[in-house]
């Protein structure tokens, strides 16, 4: 996958959306293509990756077919793609992927396992009190694990800054910034269905 792999798929999704085919919310990414390439390099096929609601590219990175991918979001499932096959995990609930993640690499740690769990979150999840306790629980009994965070400046609409404070940063935490160039839930366009 690279950078137009990304954004075709995103032009794609945008598309259907558009023209009426996906009948629940869509959140597209752009911008942070460059970012997620260069993390997915350390990302292997038997780590587990942990997701959020925008998780279109994480998925394509992590392997699953964009045709399969493709058919869970005209399903209505944009928001919770999950795959076993590919250890891939995601939720729409801010931060609620960060105790499952930690679960995972609990279990992994327990039977010496080799893979690493990358859990993803956005920067208003990563000021929620479930994300500290997980990158302190994990930091704490040194678990596989990696947290991402995803900083577009937004919570939803609202400058995260301005509602948070800035962000702290440790060891656990891969941390990137972008622009976001889409809203934050489908094309900013009104669709009739």
């Known amino acids: 996958m ?3 792999d990304l954004t075709s798929f995103t032009e794609e999704i945008k598309e259907l959306f558009n023209s009426g085919q996906i009948h629940s919310p869509v959140h ?3 911008g942070n293509e460059k970012q997620l390439i260069e993390i997915f390099k350390e990302v292997k096929p038997e780590d587990w990756v942990f997701s959020t609601h925008r998780s279109h590219y994480h998925a394509l990175l992590k392997g699953i077919p964009k045709e399969w991918l493709r058919e ?3 399903q209505d499932r944009s ?3 999950n795959s076993r096959e590919h250890k891939f995990f995601t939720s729409a609930i801010v931060g609620g992927v960060c105790p499952i993640a930690l679960g995972v690499a609990l279990g992994i740690k327990r039977r010496n396992g080799p893979e690493h769990v990358w859990c993803f979150v956005g920067d208003m999840a990563a000021r929620t ?3 500290y306790e997980s990158v302190q629980y994990a930091e704490g009994f040194d678990l596989p694990m990696t947290f991402v965070v995803e900083d577009n400046g937004l919570s939803v609409n609202t400058p995260t800054a301005e509602s948070w404070g800035e962000p702290t940063h440790n060891g656990k935490i891969r ?3 972008y622009t976001k ?4 839930s489908g094309t ?3 669709i009739k269905f």
């Open 181 to 184: 160039l889409l809203p934050h």
């Open 2 to 4: 690279n950078v137009t």
């Open 129 to 131: 009190g479930i994300f």
């Open 28 to 30: 597209l990414s752009a």
């Open 175 to 177: 941390y990137y910034e």
């Open 72 to 74: 869970q979001i005209l």
């Open 188 to 190: 900013g366009e009104v």
């Open 79 to 81: 928001m919770h793609i």
